[in-house]
């Protein structure tokens, strides 16, 4: 099993940073992929980014491409989001998500079902 414990949320100015972090225990060593989704009140979770922790493979949604950069760093079995440019359509609740599984017929890496283990959120708030 795995265990996804997230950090780093709060409240923040429009235009501010915050760096969230995650950090995998349990049986990490076969993690394939992580990413992150953020979920808005009223609304469904949505894909935001993700990273290979072999090759270090990102991909982004299209709303945050340039402003947030995911990373990982495989000798604390951590994945971090830097976001920056910050603004109230960013304010969601923010998971984090990873799967151990190489491959998926089904889902892509930006569909919710595509990850096996999930953490319990932090809150993101972007005041104006």
């Known amino acids: 099993q795995v265990q996804l414990v997230e950090s780093g949320g709060g409240l923040v100015q429009a235009g501010g940073s915050l760096r969230l972090s995650c950090v995998a225990s349990?049986?990490?060593?076969?993690?394939?992929?992580m990413g992150w989704f953020r979920q808005a009140p009223g609304k469904e979770r949505e894909f935001v980014a993700t990273c290979t922790m072999n090759a270090g493979t990102t991909k982004y949604t299209d709303s945050v491409k340039g402003r947030f950069t995911i990373s990982r760093d495989n000798a604390k079995n951590t994945v971090y989001l830097q976001m920056g440019s910050l603004g109230p359509e960013d304010t969601a609740v923010y998971y984090c998500?990873?799967?151990?599984?190489?491959?998926?017929?089904?889902?892509?890496?930006?569909?919710?079902?595509?990850?096996?283990?999930w953490g319990q959120g932090t809150q993101v708030t972007v005041s104006s």
């Open positions: 998500a990873g799967t151990q599984r190489t491959y998926s017929s089904q889902y892509s890496f930006q569909d919710t079902g595509r990850y096996d283990y």
């Open positions: 349990g049986r990490t060593s076969t993690m394939y992929r």
